[in-house]
């Protein structure tokens, strides 16, 4: 196995090499196959080696990570959600010969393994027809032959409350545009689909007379910004007051010129920016919570309960976007935790606390897990001394 040492130097003087913009087309083509091919390998190397390394505990001895998921995302500059997929599918592997046989040959990727394994798993005599559909069709079929193996495979009622825990709704934002996925029991999305299909059907009439063309996604999401508006309205009018929308984060100049410049924010902390204009217009109609930078200074405001103050609780939303242990880029549910322990310092500050995903703040509050600062703001984790090498590395 030493080998592939001396085949990725070898590699790295190749990509270092000529600028691919000289190659004829076809032979531009046909090497990327070629390392299509070699990217196969070397990622079934990475997962069998990794998993060595975890078993082994090997991968402690020179990193700072804290768990064998965290040193594979830094190793491999994934997240720690895609290293514990890696490690889970060379795991599942054990008992699943001629899965492991079609990933060390090439012939399967990382992620058609995972997608095999797992339908495999549920069901070990789908194994052969998994495999050829990952041969002979794209992801999404194989993604699709693995859910129907599960849910051939699942107890009705066992899968049904598996599907209610694991219900959510998520979302992530990138510029001016945020993204989100949900899941949950079908019947349950039904009844929500069902529920925009009328005011989809309105929005679509309203913009054929006003002679605008959009997608049919379009406009189910403009149903359900009018669901969601509908609803709050009317539970506002029934309490007699207007709750505020948002809470958006601005310095006091952006507010007053109208736009922001390089440097400058406006945004909803824990959602992202949006438009000055957007600020002003809801402002306007007292729906708005506004937070000026130019203000109160959060890094002086102390409580001696484990009471958080409103303004530290918008100020840490914007500054731990996503969960504050270093290599882990959760944005999902987070949770504020103490450091040190309220207990200790009886005190509840801005540099003392932070946003840990829900893994991460349940390793460090329940399982003795610690942290320690980085100048980057980010907080490095480490495993219990006296923990032994299967809770260590869970």
């Known amino acids: 196995m030493f080998e592939i040492e001396r085949i990725a130097e070898d590699l790295s003087k190749v990509v270092a090499g000529p600028d691919p913009a000289r190659l004829e087309g076809r032979d531009a083509a046909r090497l990327t196959e070629v390392a299509a091919e070699g990217e196969k390998l070397f990622g079934a190397?990475?997962?069998?080696?990794?998993?060595?390394?975890?078993?082994?505990?090997?991968?402690?001895?020179?990193?700072?990570?804290?768990?064998?998921?965290?040193?594979?995302?830094?190793?491999?500059?994934?997240?720690?959600?895609?290293?514990?997929?890696?490690?889970?599918?060379?795991?599942?592997?054990?008992?699943?010969?001629?899965?492991?046989?079609?990933?060390?040959?090439?012939?399967?990727?990382?992620?058609?393994?995972?997608?095999?394994?797992?339908?495999?798993?549920?069901?070990?005599?789908?194994?052969?027809?998994?495999?050829?559909?990952?041969?002979?069709?794209?992801?999404?079929?194989?993604r699709a032959e693995k859910e129907r193996v599960v849910a051939a495979a699942d107890h009705e009622a066992e899968a049904h409350q598996r599907a209610k825990r694991e219900r959510h709704l998520r979302t992530w934002t990138k510029g001016f545009a945020t993204h989100g996925t949900f899941s949950g029991p079908t019947e349950a999305v039904a009844r929500i689909l069902h529920?925009?299909?009328?005011?989809?059907?309105?929005?679509?009439?309203?913009?054929?007379?006003?002679?605008?063309?959009?997608?049919?996604?379009?406009?189910?999401?403009?149903?359900?910004?009018?669901?969601?508006?509908?609803?709050?309205?009317?539970?506002?009018?029934?309490?007699?007051?207007?709750?505020?929308?948002?809470?958006?984060?601005?310095?006091?100049?952006?507010?007053?010129?109208?736009?922001?410049?390089?440097?400058?924010?406006?945004?909803?902390?824990?959602?992202?920016?949006?438009?000055?204009?957007?600020?002003?217009?809801?402002?306007?109609?007292?729906?708005?919570?506004?937070?000026?930078?130019?203000?109160?200074?959060?890094?002086?405001?102390?409580?001696?309960t484990r009471h958080v103050p409103s303004a530290l609780k918008i100020a840490i939303a914007l500054r731990d976007r996503t969960c504050k242990i270093r290599g882990c880029d959760n944005d999902h549910a987070l949770e504020r935790h103490h450091t040190p322990p309220f207990e200790q310092s009886h005190r509840t500050t801005y540099r003392e606390l932070g946003n840990l995903c829900p893994r991460h703040h349940d390793l460090v509050t329940h399982r003795g897990f610690g942290t320690t600062d980085n100048h980057d703001g980010t907080w490095d984790l480490h495993a219990p001394a006296h923990a032994p090498p299967d809770e260590a590395a869970a």
């Open 45 to 142: 190397a990475k997962a069998l080696l990794a998993k060595r390394a975890a078993e082994t505990r090997a991968w402690a001895r020179n990193s700072r990570a804290a768990t064998p998921e965290q040193w594979l995302a830094e190793a491999s500059g994934c997240t720690e959600g895609a290293a514990r997929e890696i490690l889970a599918t060379v795991q599942r592997l054990d008992d699943l010969p001629a899965t492991a046989e079609k990933l060390r040959s090439g012939e399967l990727s990382l992620i058609q393994a995972a997608q095999v394994s797992v339908g495999a798993t549920a069901d070990p005599g789908a194994e052969q027809r998994l495999l050829r559909t990952a041969q002979r069709s794209g992801m999404r079929e194989l």
């Open 195 to 304: 529920t925009l299909e009328h005011l989809t059907k309105a929005r679509f009439d309203e913009a054929r007379r006003a002679g605008e063309r959009e997608s049919n996604d379009a406009y189910r999401f403009d149903a359900l910004v009018t669901a969601v508006t509908t609803t709050t309205t009317r539970t506002s009018r029934s309490k007699g007051r207007s709750d505020p929308t948002a809470c958006v984060l601005i310095g006091l100049q952006p507010l007053l010129n109208g736009k922001t410049k390089p440097g400058e924010v406006c945004e909803i902390p824990g959602v992202g920016p949006v438009p000055v204009e957007h600020a002003r217009e809801v402002l306007s109609h007292g729906l708005l919570q506004l937070v000026i930078t130019d203000g109160v200074d959060v890094q002086t405001v102390v409580s001696p």
